[in-house]
């Protein structure tokens, strides 16, 4: 670029000195008409060279800074979607996948849980129903023996009913065959009760046994079930932290990502000044071209002289943006104008 | 399915940025290198919203905007212009044309999305 502004400031002295030199003549000698034109169309001719290589080298340098430019803000663009991708299936992994299997995990062992706590209760049950049993077996007991005692009772009233009636005599023979009976009723009723007493104490024997089993069998499910309740407890207490640690690690990862895409996205954004440059290069380019038809228009033997105010009016109308009006007319560095919108 | 969004440029990287901007927000892009470019991309689509350059090689944004407005489908489709051009005369050519906004490069994409936001709902 300084070797161009360098270049067009010497071809502009250039162009001065050959005008001042043909108007400075009050009448044209024809040797110093001759080293006008040779000097004048010399300078047209490297002009005209000139500005194909001026333009081409524009060109390269706009060329190559769109393509770089392009293919930064594709390879940005490559990383703001991988970033969004893998912000959603780290989303999606938390609230379908761990998340998700963590929660369906307590509710199944919930239900386990529950099952064995209602089998529990169930077997609670069934001791408390042999202890009734077994109390009713130790009434029963208290019956039989009541029924021998009493029995024993009827048969001692009986043989002294029979002693009785022995001494009254004859008179007291038929009352002493009915001695005679209630003594065998009371006999057999003793041996009866005394089966069953026999019989009540063997049922709680078993009753006992069975009480006793059921009891230990009880305690020892009862510990079983506690214990896998602490188990299962301790199992989702892990997952928890494990959920809890995958969350904070994603919260984490997203927070990251999301300041990442951030300053992508204002990285993209500041790249914009590419598409301004290639539009101030391309209008310097068509500058350039624009000069060094006019001093071959100007190296014509019959051309009018060249009007600065008027070369430089028509390069001033190609441009688009503000900062290339006010860097053209201030002579210095325009600052980029931030952006406006307008709503029609 | 989002409402999808045309984008108009020559600048393959200002596209880019424009698309990555309204994708975030939820939309879907089509790009188009240039107005005639652009005029195949409309064909047999639904559109919702053109966002376009004005100075572009092959046909410029205005013409593509007169153009497009001629289609029966594009008829009442909202357009925004996204230019580095500051001349007012084209301003108001582009609003002659049929564009809804005016926006100037360089752009932050919270406006962008802004304007878009005003004239169609995401």
Not at chain 1, 176 to 205: I, N, P, Y
Not at chain 2, 84 to 90: F, H, N, V, W
């Amino acid at each position: 670029m300084a070797e161009l502004l360098w270049a067009l400031g010497a071809l502009a002295v250039g162009l001065g000195a050959g005008f001042a030199a043909g108007r400075r003549r009050p009448a044209p000698a024809q040797s110093q008409a001759r080293t006008t034109d040779t000097h004048l169309t010399g300078i047209a001719r490297l002009t005209g060279s000139l500005a194909p290589v001026w333009s081409a080298q524009i060109d390269t340098s706009r060329t190559q800074m769109e393509t770089a430019v392009s293919q930064l803000t594709e390879q940005f663009a490559g990383i703001v979607e991988n970033l969004d991708s893998v912000l959603a299936s780290s989303a999606g992994a938390l609230d379908d996948g761990h998340g998700g299997t963590f929660d369906r995990s307590r509710s199944r062992l919930g239900d386990v849980v529950g099952t064995l706590d209602e089998a529990l209760a169930t077997k609670r049950q069934t001791v408390a129903e042999l202890r009734n049993l077994q109390t009713l077996n130790t009434e029963l007991r208290q019956m039989s023996a009541e029924v021998s005692a009493i029995a024993a009772q009827t048969n001692l009233l009986a043989l002294n009913a029979s002693i009785e009636a022995a001494r009254i005599g004859e008179a007291g023979a038929a009352f002493g065959v009915v001695a005679d009976e209630v003594r065998q009723l009371a006999e057999h009723s003793l041996g009866t009760s005394e089966r069953m007493a026999e019989k009540v104490g063997r049922a709680g024997t078993t009753i006992g046994g069975i009480l006793g089993h059921a009891e230990e069998t009880a305690e020892r499910e009862d510990r079983a079930v506690n214990g896998a309740n602490a188990e299962v407890q301790a199992v989702l207490d892990d997952l928890q932290a494990l959920v809890t640690g995958a969350r904070d690690s994603s919260s984490d990862l997203e927070r990251a990502a999301v300041g990442i895409r951030s300053d992508v996205s204002q990285s993209l954004t500041n790249l914009q000044f590419q598409d301004r440059i290639c539009q101030v290069l391309e209008h310097l380019r068509d500058s350039v071209t624009r000069f060094a038809e006019t001093v071959a228009d100007a190296a014509r033997a019959d051309a009018p002289p060249i009007d600065p105010d008027e070369a430089l009016e028509a390069i001033s109308a190609s441009y688009t943006m503000d900062e290339e009006r006010q860097a053209h007319a201030s002579g210095r560095a325009a600052d980029v104008r931030d952006s406006e919108i307008t709503f029609f | 399915m989002g409402k999808t969004i045309l984008v108009v440029d020559d600048s393959a990287s200002v596209r880019q940025v424009v698309s990555i901007a309204l994708k975030g927000a939820g939309y879907d892009v089509i790009q188009g290198s240039d107005g005639k470019d652009a005029l195949k991309q409309l064909d047999g689509r639904r559109i919702h919203l053109i966002i376009s350059d004005v100075n572009m090689p092959n046909m410029d944004g205005i013409t593509f905007v007169t153009e497009a407005k001629k289609l029966p489908a594009y008829k009442f489709t909202p357009v925004i212009m996204l230019t580095t051009e500051s001349q007012e005369e084209k301003k108001r050519q582009a609003q002659a044309a049929g564009a809804k906004a005016w926006v100037t490069k360089p752009f932050q994409p919270d406006q962008m999305l802004a304007a878009v936001s005003k004239l169609i709902a995401p």
